[in-house]
């Protein structure tokens, strides 16, 4: 049997002792580039606590980066995700940041900008054992893990909204875990957030996008 040793920690040899500051960082990075669903063209990383600390020494600079490039926490191509950023010409910078009170040690803000000029902030927290927690959306406070199929539904705060989400997913026979709504002022942006049993196909997304207070729709799975 093949030993591994405690720093290869992402299956392929990664730099980094620890899945909070390697597996956990990609998983939110690549949280972030599912939703932006275009190929990012830069992209800055705000590094708060233990990240800013020790994000070199402990691969979370390339985890980061082999999140936003879409890649699994074990493809063999994280070690080299600076060399493919740059020939896939993504800018990057990151930012050792200080923390912020209420801010989890391993937390990192994400503003990325798209290849057709869509900007996205989010921000999230690698909680440890490869998990993470999302907790801002462009500016909007929120609380997903991404761990079961996730159906975020970016809205305008109106009457019969969540009544359309939910009626599409039942007539389809698909099972809601938990549903929120978050909300920066009463009908304003918003989301709404769901936990499915099942990943939704794009026949459904588009039932959902139906309605005319709903701007776009995401799926992270």
Known sequence: MKRISAFQVMGPVMIGPSSSHTAGALRIAQIAARILKETPKEVDFYLYGSFAETYQGHGTDRALLAGMLGYATDHPDIRDAYRIADEKQLTFRF???ELQE???PNTVAIKVVGTSGNNLSLAGASIGGGEVVIT???GI???FTGEYPTLI???QDRPGVAAHITSVLAGAGVNIG???MYREY???????ILETDDRLDKELVQQILENQHIHDVFMID
């Open 136 to 138: 801002n959306i462009n």
């Open 141 to 143: 406070s929120v609380a």
């Open 186 to 192: 009463r009908g304003d942006r918003a989301f709404t």
């Open 102 to 104: 209420g801010m989890h």
């Open 153 to 155: 539904v970016q809205q």
């Open 95 to 97: 930012f050792p940041t």
């Open 178 to 180: 938990t549903i929120k």
